[in-house]
């Protein structure tokens, strides 16, 4: 039984969530689509899995359907890909009025999500989601973006799906590390937003038996927050948590090495330890979330000299002139944005300028 999730952003989509939902995408797209061509872009690892099977189900729904899959990981959401995807479409005839299908986890969606932005000015997409992180994060909201050596998802752009199929039988491939990465997401949603879930992820005995519920719990959390700030003005930045630091360890790498949840997940407990040195979280706080993200098998330290994360951190995305929003939290379930002047960061974190 699928759970239709809508999510009310200037412009509207719905969100499919259901065990085995992944076989309806092809009835699903041709709900949204204008007319019946669509290329999927996919992974090297992705493809071999899941590609056939969405091909048929497109097909069957009278879809023309051509596939490019690009090397799995981290490193290929970069330029080359974009231009690789963008030559793709020409090849295949991509018109305006088709569909770009992203069939994978947050790297396909957020490269491909970037490429229909772009490519004629804008092309219709929908989300496939394959990892955890994909389906409980980065196929709802829009954001879509390549990185640069000099920065995380420095360009970008804010284009919504017209549909999301979200299928957590898929997540049965998925391996260990990074189902973990995606519950660094997970745990970012309870820190910001909710207690509940926080106390839930605690107690919580076999945690892939409680999937649905947990991706829906999940994906509402973040529609909420998108619905209220879809161009990120204020609350939207929330979602931003672990990400200062996160993504500073991601660039340091090169974009290799570390998963973006655990990256943000050793974000999260650092910024908060260095919060309550400042006085601005309580007591506490910081050995709680290592506890919940220790409990899934992720990091709490950065792999890397704090000196040389925040340095890197300077150029954040949260920046604004002379000022950094940094997200930091009340208490489990309830964050908020703190403000300080950029010469100020290294101090915040005990560091001399
Ligand atoms: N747009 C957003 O709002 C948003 C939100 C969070 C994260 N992100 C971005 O998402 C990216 C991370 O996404 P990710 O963790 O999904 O990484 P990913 O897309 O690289 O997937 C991780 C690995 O899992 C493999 N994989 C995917 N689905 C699989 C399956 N079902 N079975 C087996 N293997 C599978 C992939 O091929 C890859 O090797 C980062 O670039 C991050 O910046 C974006
Ligand atoms: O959707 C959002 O907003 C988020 O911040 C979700 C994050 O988990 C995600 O990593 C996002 O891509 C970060 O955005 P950025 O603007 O900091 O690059
Ligand atoms: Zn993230």
């Known amino acids: 039984m699928a759970d239709i999730i809508p999510v009310k952003t200037g412009r509207a989509y719905d969100i499919h969530l259901g065990r085995g939902i992944l076989a309806e995408t092809g009835r699903l797209a041709a709900g949204v689509a204008r007319t019946r061509k669509a290329v999927i872009v996919t992974d090297t690892h992705v493809g071999p899995l899941y590609g056939a099977r969405i091909t048929a189900s497109l097909e069957a729904a009278g879809f023309e359907a051509p596939l490019y899959a690009f090397e799995a990981g981290e490193a290929s959401k970069n330029m080359r890909t974009l231009q690789a995807l963008y030559r793709f479409f020409a090849q295949s005839d991509l018109t305006r009025a088709d569909l770009v299908v992203a069939l994978g986890g947050g790297v396909v969606g957020d490269a491909a999500g970037f490429a229909a ?71 970012k949603h309870a820190c910001i937003r909710s207690r509940a879930l926080y106390d839930r992820l605690l107690a919580c005995g076999d945690i892939r038996a409680e999937l649905p519920e947990i991706i829906a719990e999940n994906v509402r959390i973040k529609r909420d927050v998108v619905e209220h700030d879809e161009r990120e003005k204020g609350e939207r930045m929330l979602l931003n948590f672990g990400h200062t630091l996160g993504h500073a360890i991601e660039k340091c790498l090169h974009y290799t090495g570390i998963s973006h949840g655990a990256a943000v997940a050793a974000g999260m407990h650092l910024i908060t330890l260095h919060a309550e040195q400042n006085g601005l979280t309580p007591p506490g706080t910081a050995t709680r979330i290592d506890t ?45 944005i703190h403000t300080v002047p950029v010469a100020d960061l290294p101090a915040f974190f005990g560091l001399s300028a």
């Not at 919504?160 to 998925?174: G, S």
């Not at 919940?292 to 925040?310: H, I, M, R």
């Open 117 to 187: 932005a772009t490519y004629m000015r804008g092309v219709d997409f929908i989300q496939v989601p394959t990892t955890l992180l994909a389906q409980v994060d980065s196929s709802v909201g829009g954001k879509t973006a390549v990185d640069l050596p000099e920065g995380k998802n420095l360009a970008g752009a804010f284009w919504q799906p017209r549909l999301v199929v979200c299928d957590p039988d898929v997540l049965d491939t998925l391996d260990d590390e990074n189902f973990a990465c995606g519950m660094g997401e997970v745990a």
């Open 292 to 336: 919940l993200l220790k409990k899934y098998g992720l990091p709490t330290a950065s792999p890397l000299p704090l000196e040389e994360v925040v340095h890197a951190a300077l150029n954040d995305k949260k920046r604004a002139g002379g000022s950094i929003h940094l997200v930091l939290l009340k208490g489990i379930g309830d964050a908020f």
